[in-house]
């Protein structure tokens, strides 16, 4: 029998959870794009982008996915021939290097494979062994969605200051951005990357960059720019139409302008940081105990590495991938799948998943989704510590 009736619940790492006020505030006719409420409306959008990510930069933004997002950042940042510094730790960071260097930039990456964050003291050595400062940029998944590492952007920074090198610092904060605490103008960031459909609780289909006075003034003859994704026109429209290239994207505007009300005005930031904080750590205790005894473990093993947003974790003898399914069709849950974790076809490739609570999730839906794995595991017959739900229920008892 199937108990998956009923309200299905997507539990991969984007798209997110949209809120019903979201999908309603979109749910209109369209408005005047040349002059009136949507104008006002745009500028409080980019008011407010500035307030989530906590810049008094400019924002660019993009009718695009995550990848746009990537192509725009290496069209504006450097030129044809120019090097940048790609720190990968997981599938996200190499997909960004690989725009890059499909663009005719020289990549230069340095990877800390897919179980531990980047570290700062080979990113200073890197830098200052670029005695003529040829790398002009370095690329930083703050979130690498697929291992759910999380990167120390500070510490990044940090590095780029003590070798004294002038590149920039981009990052990609796509899997990130009001999730987990990130402070654009306090990191001394560059130039930040991010998508709606994430974190920011918006249908795919949106892209936005944020660009420090510095960023802008250390790229003016960069020469990869096409007219659609030059961020110029963008970041100081003369007219509303430069703001996208053309027709704006009405709907979203309007579903970007109720999730960030929701999330800056109602919820509160700083809350908003804690809620995805404690919710991270209710799944990481129930993978914790369900691995004191079975195959099944948390890809990062330092809990202060990890992201608020996602949970990569292993579960052997292809015991993910039949949960995934149980969930799905059993019990109307969908897992997210594992990405980059082992070549595809090789017999590891069923052992790898992930658990995105990121957006619009709370306590009863991080526990739902839980609960259905436990119940899934005994069903399959996949040995499992006991508790996990128990050990759960404590961390959010003691957080909420
Ligand atoms: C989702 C994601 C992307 C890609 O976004 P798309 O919208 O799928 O193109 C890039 N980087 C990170 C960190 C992501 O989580």
Partial sequence: M?????????AIPGPSVMPERVLAAMHR????????????LTAQVVADLRRVA???????????????????SVANLVSRGDKVLSLQTGRFGHGWAAHAAAMGVTVEALDFGLKTPVDPGRVEAALRADKGH???????????????????????????????HPALLAVDC????????????????????????????????????WVSEKALAQTRAADLRTPYWDWGPRLAPEFYYQHFCGTAPTHH??????????????????????????????????????????DIGLNVADPSCRAASVTAARIGAGGAERLRAWCENRAGVTLGIGLGMAAPGSAEAGDFLRVAHMGHVNAHMTLGVLAVMEAGMQALAIPHGAGGIQAAAAVIAAEA
Wanted: proline letters at 3%; one cysteine or more.
């Fill in 2 to 10: 199937s108990l998956a009736h009923g309200r299905s619940y997507l």
């Fill in 29 to 40: 006719s369209a408005p005047n794009i040349y002059e009136g409420d949507l104008v006002d």
């Fill in 54 to 72: 906590m810049s008094t930069g400019h924002v660019a933004i993009y009718i695009t996915n995550g990848h746009g997002t990537w192509e725009a």
């Fill in 134 to 164: 040829e790398i002009k940029c370095v690329f930083l998944t703050h979130v690498d969605t697929a291992t759910s590492i999380r990167n120390d952007v500070a510490a990044v920074r940090a590095a780029l200051d003590a070798a004294g």
């Fill in 174 to 209: 796509i899997a990130s951005l009001a999730c987990d605490e990130f402070r654009f103008d306090d990191w001394g960031v560059d130039v930040m990357l991010a998508a709606s459909q994430k974190g920011l609780m918006v249908p795919p289909g949106l892209g936005f960059l």
């Fill in 253 to 294: 505007l309007f579903g970007m302008a109720e999730s960030l009300k929701m999330i800056l005005d109602e919820e509160g930031l700083p809350q908003v940081w804690a809620r995805h904080r404690a919710l991270a750590r209710a799944v990481a205790t129930a993978f914790e105990t369900w691995g004191q005894d079975g």
